[in-house]
């Protein structure tokens, strides 16, 4: 009978420590997302910090792919509010994902907890 209980156990285990790396992956991939998104953040912030110093009347261009196109201060500024805003919400989900990540592999640690307390008690 003993038997049984520690097959189950190293599986319990081996599902854990599966698990464990997957869940330290998608984590190490959330925080290189999220300080990407932060660098991005800090760009559009500081380029339009500089953009509202310029006078109404400076032509000003967006570069797309390998053009540029006319665009007007007031374009390029909401432009750059935007892509701030996206990143911040952005940043917010891989936040509550990683949270979330952390915590389903303490419930998974706390389940194989039970299952020694239980077998301790037998």
Do not use: C
């Not at 261009?61 to 990143?87: C, D, P, T, W």
């Not at 303490?106 to 077998?119: G, T």
């Amino acid at each position: 009978m003993v038997a049984p209980i520690d097959l189950e156990l190293k599986k319990a285990f081996r599902e854990l420590q599966a698990k464990v790396i997957d869940t330290q992956k998608k984590v190490k991939l959330a925080d290189i997302q999220t300080e990407q998104l932060n660098r991005m953040k800090k760009h559009a912030h500081f380029t339009d910090t500089e953009i509202i110093t310029f006078i109404d009347e400076t032509t000003m261009y967006e570069g797309v792919g390998r053009m540029f196109i006319l665009q007007s201060k007031e374009v390029i500024h909401n432009q750059l509010l935007e892509k701030q805003k996206i990143a911040e919400e952005k940043i917010k989900e891989l936040e509550q994902k990683k949270s979330y990540l952390e915590w389903s592999v303490k419930v998974a640690e706390d389940n194989i907890r039970e299952m020694l307390m239980a077998r301790r008690a037998q």
